[in-house]
């Protein structure tokens, strides 16, 4: 971990890089954003970790515990919700084994992210897979692409 700390300090200071671009390029590293990574970075600046804590807790585009490798989004805007996203969310997370409190499953393969809205509500309610949106989704469509890929991960082993 502190190689690739180093590289990144290192390139923030040559490039004037900030607190959210060094916040990025650890979660680009790591896929979350590690307190020890943090504590590292702020020492090696004389920061206050609670600075960079301030910002990865403000964008919702930091994650701050390890996440699976297949990221399913969930969006529960209003146009989201009223189309039956919770419905949705339930079906996916009966599926994947989750609890209510879990977002991610044991074998770090999924995670299930709630967002408040991906601005895409003429087609709501919308998932997204990986990146993949599925808009108008359907629960039978959903559970179909996560079965999906779980089949593809066993025919990899």
């Known amino acids: 971990m502190e190689k690739t700390l180093k590289k990144i300090l290192k390139e923030s200071i040559e490039n004037e890089g900030n607190l959210i671009s060094i916040l990025q390029d650890i979660e680009n590293a790591f896929g979350y954003i590690p307190e020890e990574a943090v504590n590292w970075i702020a020492g ?3 920061i206050n970790p609670s600075r960079f804590f301030g910002i990865a807790t403000f964008y919702s585009q930091f994650h701050l515990s390890p996440r699976g490798k297949n990221i399913i989004t969930a969006c529960c805007g209003t146009a989201c919700h009223v189309k039956g996203s919770e419905r949705l969310i339930d079906g996916l997370r009966k599926e994947l084994g989750l609890s209510a409190n ?7 393969e999924f995670t299930l992210e709630k967002v408040n809205c991906v601005g895409a509500c003429s087609i709501a309610p919308v998932v997204i897979i990986n990146r993949k949106v599925h808009g108008k989704s359907a629960s039978d469509k959903l559970l179909k692409e996560i079965r999906s890929i779980r089949d593809a991960k066993s025919e990899n082993k």
């Open 44 to 46: 090696k600046l004389d």
């Open 102 to 108: 879990e977002e991610t499953t044991k074998d770090m």
